[in-house]
């Protein structure tokens, strides 16, 4: 029974997580040969200001802005 796990900012719409997760579940099913049944999708959806890289927020915020 695969897990995964999937993580990302907040804002994804429900149809999105549908096609990630049947994506996700058909690779698992036809690369890893698990049983469709027994693929397990989790999405957690963090705010931006949760999300931490390197130890400061800033640089999460500021590697997902647009550069100027």
């Not at 897990?3 to 997580?17: H, I, L, P, Q």
């Not at 099913?29 to 959806?45: C, L, Y």
């Amino acid at each position: 029974m695969p897990v995964v796990r999937v993580a990302f900012y907040e804002g994804r719409s429900v149809e999105k997580k549908r096609q990630i997760a049947e994506a996700i579940t058909q690779a698992l099913v036809n690369i890893g040969g698990s049983k469709r049944d027994g693929v397990h999708v989790m999405f957690e959806n963090v705010a931006r200001e949760n999300w931490v890289i390197g130890g400061a927020p800033e640089l999460a915020e500021a590697s997902a802005s647009p550069k100027k």
